[in-house]
């Protein structure tokens, strides 16, 4: 029915506006109500320990797709085993000019040049707790972290402790989004002084919250490019071993078109399909290099379950999906954990 009749209803209108519809429907009561009612499937064979927390099952919805954390509800209810909201900034940002999402349907892929338009940090801990009340208790929820378009690279690690400190009670996890190709020089703090800056100070700041608030610290994860050289790679995994964080997502969005056919492109990150062969081998690249020390989050290409066997057969602990989700519908979801199930 999805892929029928709804997909191409929605696909005759711009890509960021059905996705902002999309977003205020989940946001409201009674459409995660009825998907819960059609889409309801869980097993507790599916439960994935990683880190410090129990996933009721491994597939995750990637950051990007709710920014604010106002749908989360409707996440819960489609059958996720847990979402990263945002990126999240500490001051609001309207983002990059418009049109700046672009669907190519013949390669299963989304372009996307949003630039980190999000609500601030204040507005989103609010929606995040709001929020909080509505889901079921074993929904994980991540928290995906960025630095405002105009903060120096020099200052950016006091942005990311910004978000840090102001979501750290709600949040289960977090990420900390370097990698994407969308605010101009973001890409600069995967080199390797300012990713340990960046690390250094959240653990500390981890550590300090963890005693203050009487809580468990968090898992931090790193979200990282594509597009990184083997030398960047290991300089970036390295890092992250020194700094005892928890693990790598793999991947954020691709700036290369070397999967696509020769061709004029739009400018900014490609996801979907023509991402899977290239972080599939970034994924098998750090689960060689890391030798156990790092966990990895799937991410780039993920819309059946032989998508979701590819990557945990190359080491992954849980997957996240996004384009996968505007092609497939929201059925997909169910589908995968069903034959996750039964091929346990």
């Known amino acids: ?32 109500s009825i998907l819960k009612m059609f889409l309801g499937f869980e097993d507790k064979k599916l439960e994935t ?42 001051l609001p940002q309207d983002g990059n000019p418009k049109p700046r999402m672009f669907r190519l349907p013949e390669y299963g892929a989304v372009i ?10 204040d507005e989103f801990e609010k929606n995040l707790e709001a929020s909080k009340e509505k889901i079921r208790k074993d929904f994980i929820v991540g928290v995906n972290i960025g630095k ?38 973001l890409r600069q703090l995967q080199q390797k002084k300012f990713l340990d800056e960046i690390l250094k100070h959240l653990q500390q700041l981890n550590n300090e919250l963890d005693t203050t608030y009487s809580d468990t610290a968090k898992d931090i994860y790193l979200k990282i490019a594509p597009d990184l050289t083997e030398t960047e790679l290991d300089d970036i995994i390295q890092v992250s071993i020194d700094n005892n964080i928890t693990g790598l997502i793999a991947t954020n969005t691709t700036i290369s078109r070397d999967t696509l056919p020769e061709g004029k492109y739009e400018s900014g990150g490609l996801s979907g399909k023509p991402l899977e062969p290239i972080a599939n081998s970034v994924i098998k690249y750090v689960m060689e290099k890391a030798d156990g020390k790092l966990v990895v989050i799937a991410c780039g290409g993920i819309s059946t379950y032989d998508d979701v066997k590819e990557k945990m057969d190359l080491g992954a602990s ?20 069903q034959k996750l199930k039964s091929n346990l």
């Open 1 to 32: 029915m999805y892929k029928k009749i709804i997909r191409p209803l929605l696909f005759d209108y711009d890509p960021e506006k059905v996705h902002n519809f999309t977003i205020n429907r989940l946001s409201g009561s009674l459409f995660p």
């Open 49 to 90: 320990k990683v880190g410090r927390l129990i996933f009721r099952n491994p597939i995750g919805l990637a950051a990007g797709m709710d920014k604010n954390a106002t749908a989360l509800a409707g996440w819960d209810a489609m059958g996720f085993g847990f979402a990263e909201a945002g990126t999240v900034t500490p």
């Open 112 to 121: 996307n040049r949003l630039g980190f338009n999000n609500a601030g940090a």
């Open 148 to 185: 405002n378009k105009h903060t120096e690279l020099d200052d950016a690690y006091q942005d990311y402790k910004f978000s840090f400190e102001k979501c750290f009670e709600t949040a289960d996890y977090f990420t900390i989004n370097v990698s994407s190709p969308n605010t101009e020089g």
């Open 318 to 337: 849980l997957v996240q999906v996004y384009t996968g989700l505007i092609y497939e519908g929201p059925g997909m979801i169910k589908k995968i954990k």
